[in-house]
């Protein structure tokens, strides 16, 4: 069973700056696709970020630009870099891992609060 661990996640002014990683069991290039969710109160799980395995890159349109999708293949690690955070990026963040092949799969981590306030 495939493990996904977020860490990173923490209490930051409006503007600030957080790092969120996701740490895999298993190579990240065995995944076709992983990718940031997050999770406000009482709103829906959405897409933050994505990367395939050959690297392309897809971003929710309010994070172009403020958010970051990265990763290091050696570390087994996906980056999320935010930047210019602001409250509405208050949230749970979700690392995932998805694919079709050889079945249809997705794992998801335990997910990561963070929350930007003054």
């Known amino acids: 069973q495939v493990q996904l661990v977020e860490s990173g996640g923490g209490l930051v002014q409006p503007g600030g700056s957080l790092r969120l990683s996701c740490t895999a069991s298993a190579s990240i290039f065995s995944f076709a696709v992983m990718g940031w969710y997050r999770q406000a109160p009482g709103k829906q799980r959405e897409l933050v970020a994505s990367?395939?395995?050959?690297?392309?890159?897809t971003y929710a349109d309010s994070e172009k630009g403020r958010f970051t999708i990265s990763r290091d293949s050696a570390e087994k690690t996906v980056y999320l870099q935010m930047n210019s955070l602001k409250p509405e990026d208050t949230a749970v963040y979700y690392c995932?891992?998805?694919?079709?092949?050889?079945?249809?799969?997705?794992?998801w981590g335990q997910g990561t609060q963070v929350t930007v306030s003054s």
């Open positions: 990367i395939t395995n050959g690297g392309r890159t």
């Open positions: 995932n891992a998805e694919g079709r092949f050889p079945r249809p799969y997705s794992y």
